[in-house]
């Protein structure tokens, strides 16, 4: 399967959109902080510009600019999530990705193409991980048919959304396919970037919370298949026990 690229998507109209993009360009850049702002450049790789806005401080912002608004639906949050990834420093992006958190549950799966296009535009595993994890793994819950689309994900030449399908059931937890989790990591056992392989390596260790002996053993059936780093992430908190 080839990569994956981001193209140009459509932002639906939305007047609650209108109104959260308002309000959050007038309170984020106020709360701009220069210095820590080119911190933060510097630790994510250089991958976008920065407001410089603490975490904590940033979502005690987001609650004012959400605050007395009506509830959305699936076509707000698309329009708030595609809104937020035009604009060039990251914390709006950290504002969409919290956004379908929260929202994710008034969503259909007509959203994960809206998903997949934040996915693999200025991709990096600051949005990349909470989208898998949060929105992603929320939506093919809610319909298992998705599991499909994660069958062709996996097998994407683009990193993020192979890591996407290795990382979409790490909330699951008792209801992890862990027949899918264990394929999917023989999979892409042989990946050479380091961001796969940590995958395979947190998905497997997430997943031995709930099952460790099935850990345990698929790991011991595929060593000599998956990467040093993949065994010892799968493994680290299995040691212990």
Not at 111 to 131: C, I, S
Request: aromatic fraction near 8%; include cysteine.
């Amino acid at each position: 399967m080839g990569p994956s690229v981001p193209t140009a998507r459509p932002i639906p109209s939305s007047e609650l959109a209108d109104t959260v993009l308002g309000r959050l360009t007038a309170v984020y850049p106020a709360a701009a902080d220069p210095a820590r702002a080119e911190g933060a450049a510097a630790y994510m790789k250089g991958v976008a510009r920065f407001l410089g806005i603490r975490t904590p401080h940033r979502r005690e912002l987001s609650r004012t600019v959400l605050d007395g608004l009506p509830r959305p639906d699936e076509r707000d949050c698309a329009a708030i999530a595609l809104r937020c990834w035009e604009l060039p420093e990251r914390e709006y992006r950290y504002f969409a990705v919290d956004y379908l958190r929260g929202q994710v549950k008034r969503c259909s799966s007509g959203l994960l193409p809206v998903v997949r296009h934040l996915l693999v535009t200025d991709a990096w595993w600051d949005t990349v991980d909470p989208l898998a994890a949060h929105t992603v793994g929320a939506l093919v819950a809610a319909d298992p048919g998705l599991t499909r689309v994660m069958d062709a994900w996996i097998e994407d030449d683009n990193l993020w959304m192979a890591r996407t399908a290795l990382l979409h059931q790490l909330r699951f937890k008792a209801a992890t396919d862990s027949g899918r989790l264990f394929g999917y990591c023989l999979r892409q056992a042989g990946h050479p970037d380091f961001f796969i392989r940590k995958a395979i390596g947190w998905s497997l260790r997430e997943y031995a919370k709930t099952d460790p002996e099935a850990v345990r053993d698929f790991v011991a059936g595929a060593r000599d298949r998956l990467a040093p780093l993949s065994v010892r992430e799968a493994l680290r908190n299995l040691s212990r026990s």
